[in-house]
């Protein structure tokens, strides 16, 4: 493995450029390969299986385009394909998941209690509990899915009166009650977190993990000697289904616009 090879990161579409745009803040010199499977989109209404399928054949695509590091930039595909890749990979590339680096932090403050939102898979596949369970099983957690919010981020709602009135209505459930912390356990969810935060009234703390993951990231590279002292690559982002408003809504998620490259299924899946 090069310190100059790229560090291969990969979602079910632009959302996880959320991700991609912390990692590239905190870490300037390294060459993001960036994957998104438009094309089956959204993983959040899909099977496990399925999105276990996509998650493999879409890893292999990016070791053999020189990937020295996979991200799992998505919670609906960390929840439950990291701990399959990160065995089937073990020793021969690292794979850094969503939830794991966010679980750590959560374990590492003292929250009353946690609330987590994300999308229907992640939330069903209650890997956000079983893992904060593990580690610190006297942790009181709540899990609700909210599947209106990613569309409606896509779409372009947010930080507007539709927008917040969807989150207040998700956010005032019953479940959520005197939490302490509200996990955003969905990669286009940082786009809403100030409405969130209004929500609260700042009383409570918003996780947004994508700084956490960019963290877990760096960690990584360091432990193996791997970070780029310089930046020397091109960028590259990839996608499943190209089509223009993907790339214009690139901006959103990533801070600025980016060319995206369709790859050919068959060199995928
Ligand atoms: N990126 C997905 C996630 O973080 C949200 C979008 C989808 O459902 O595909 O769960």
Redesign the pocket.
Known sequence: MKKTQPIGIF???I??LTVAKAISALLPNETLMYFGDTIH??????SAEQILFYAVNITEFLIQKGAKIIVI???????VAYQFLKKKYEGQIDVIG?ISPVVDYITAHDFKKVGII??K??IASKNYETLLHQQKPAQKVCSMATPLL?PMIEEGYFNNSISQTIINSYLSNWRFKNVDAMVL?????PLIKKEILRFYHKHVEVIDTTEIVAQAVKSSLANQKLMMPSKKGKDHFYVSRYTDSFEKTTKIFYGKLVVIEEVPFEKIF
């Open positions: 979602d079910s579409g959302g996880g989109m959204p993983y959040g209404e899909r930039a998505c919670n609906s595909a960390s929840s969503v994300g999308t898979a992640t990613a356990a969905c990669t286009h969810y």
